[in-house]
């Protein structure tokens, strides 16, 4: 796998738009000194902030890069497809994952990137518009032509992954995973904040079980401050039953731990099973050190037993 078994990866979803370029660079510096490696962004990112194009994100780690001469240190990750489309047909008007606008999307990512390639290459809506074959065949294409190291996929059906991954074949395949998740659970039968998202299922994580070869990542780990902040309110699709006695828990074992809530709901992912990656993003220096401070975090067999437990 290019990425580390154990890690944190920085989402830079507001980097360039929400989190200006001085505070982003200010991040960027702090985490490349704790030690963190991995990068993740789009190449959508953030176009409906105001005044976004889609560009800022990638445009931002850019330039960091760059200045900073850390290309070879970090693992890069990046997106396509969700994209808006200034002309031609994408499902919900985005440009889709055809050969033509996925060949069009590297180039772009890695202009505004200003690297060769990309370490972790992504589909990021689905489009049933176009053949899956034909995606398939591009991405394996990029990965034999230098510009993508390996190739993920985010919020696709899971028979749609399974469906490509047999079609690869034996040329390079998805063998990274981009899921909504967390340690409080949603009603399914609910939809989520966010068009699109789906959620870690007990299929799903049973899949990447049984595969071996994957690499599931979460964003989303820490609902947007719903855990810490009274000022957000925990999404609709959390409004059952076991949320309360899942919150009381995670309170609970946070104090044992002497961590924060959040560091908790990390360190519950990152020694998962299967483990997940965190997809983290922040808005300052102060929120990534405390992010970052659940590397340190170890659950016990009794604290584990205790969280999965509660609310079930």
Request: proline share 5%; charged share 25%; glycine share 10%.
């Amino acid at each position: 796998m290019t990425t580390p078994q154990r890690t944190i990866a920085l989402g830079t979803l507001a980097f360039g738009t929400t989190v200006d370029e001085p505070t982003s660079f200010a991040v960027l510096n702090r985490f490349a000194e704790l030690g963190g490696t991995v990068l993740d962004t789009a190449n959508n990112y953030a176009y409906w902030a105001a005044g976004g194009t889609g560009d800022e994100s990638e445009t931002t780690l850019g330039n960091w890069l760059a200045r900073r001469g850390l290309r070879d240190s970090v693992v890069l990750s990046t997106k396509a497809g969700g994209r808006p489309a200034v002309s031609g047909a994408g499902p919900g008007g985005v440009e889709g994952l055809s050969e033509k606008a996925l060949r069009a999307a590297v180039e772009g990512s890695l202009s505004r990137l200003r690297t060769d390639r990309v370490d972790v290459y992504w589909s990021h809506v689905e489009d049933r518009n176009v053949p899956l074959a034909e995606t398939v065949g591009v991405l394996s294409d990029l990965v034999k032509e230098g510009k993508a190291g390996e190739l993920g996929v985010s919020n696709h059906a899971l028979w749609s992954v399974e469906r490509a991954r047999a079609l690869a074949g034996d040329r390079p395949r998805y063998t990274h995973l981009q899921y909504r998740d967390s340690y409080l659970q949603p009603r399914f039968d609910t939809p989520l904040p966010s068009s699109g998202h789906r959620h870690v299922t007990p299929e799903l994580r049973d899949y990447v079980r049984a595969e071996g070869d994957l690499r599931l990542w979460a964003y989303s780990a820490l609902l947007s401050g719903a855990y810490t902040r009274d000022d957000v309110e925990l999404p609709a699709a959390y409004d059952h039953p076991g949320t309360g006695p899942r919150l009381a828990a995670l309170r609970e074992i946070a104090a044992e731990l002497g961590a924060s809530v959040n560091q908790t709901v990390l360190a519950w992912l990152l020694d998962s099973d299967p483990p997940v990656l965190p997809v983290v993003g922040v808005s300052g220096v102060a929120q990534l050190e405390e992010v970052m401070g659940a590397l340190a975090l170890r659950l016990d067999e009794d604290q584990r037993r205790r969280l999965d437990a509660a609310g079930v």
